[in-house]
């Protein structure tokens, strides 16, 4: 009964060499028709980067400007309309204050969104901008004013 034991261990050991062996010829097929796989996705990969146009930041660039060099890279051009902001009080009409996306790399054909002022923009936000600065005056003023009024009831102890 012993010796059936030990050669049922070691037909058993043996059992799992040839398993193991046949397990080995199936990766082997499978990771050739694999590799075959993992180099067409690998030059897909590169293809399409190749492809890709880098843009670059055209932010406070003159709106035609910006729009011939974007179309001359084969993008297309969305102009929008910016709203009045405190910040665009110094800029130019015609100027583009934004851009989506504002950099990077796209595929030919892609959207580029610019956004840019106008006159009547270019007015509301110089007029947010001055209102802003006469509210700071003001402020200034009641502080000053404040801080100059003698003060009458302090108490210093002893």
């Known amino acids: ?9 070691m037909v058993g050991g043996l059992g799992s ?21 993992i180099d067409k996705a690998i030059d897909r990969h590169y293809d399409n ?5 880098p843009i670059q930041n055209l ?7 910006a729009k011939q060099h974007l179309e ?8 929008l309309l910016a709203k009045p902001l405190k910040k665009y009080h110094d800029r ?18 892609s959207i580029v969104k610019l956004y840019v002022i106008d006159q009547a923009t270019l007015l509301e936000s110089q007029r947010r901008f001055q209102e802003q600065v006469m509210q700071t005056r003001r402020r200034n003023k009641r502080i000053g004013a404040t801080l100059s009024k003698p003060i009458k009831r302090l108490k210093f102890k002893k």
């Open 59 to 65: 932010v406070q660039l003159d709106f035609f400007t």
């Open 17 to 37: 060499l040839l398993s193991l062996a046949e397990a080995v010829k199936v990766i082997e097929k499978v990771s050739a028709n694999a590799a075959h796989l």
């Open 1 to 9: 009964m012993a010796k059936k034991l030990k050669i049922s261990k």
């Open 72 to 79: 001359s890279q084969g993008l297309k051009v969305v102009p």
């Open 92 to 109: 130019r009409a015609d100027e583009v204050v934004d851009m989506v996306p504002k950099t990077g790399k796209l595929r030919p054909g």
């Open 49 to 53: 980067k190749r492809d890709l146009i």
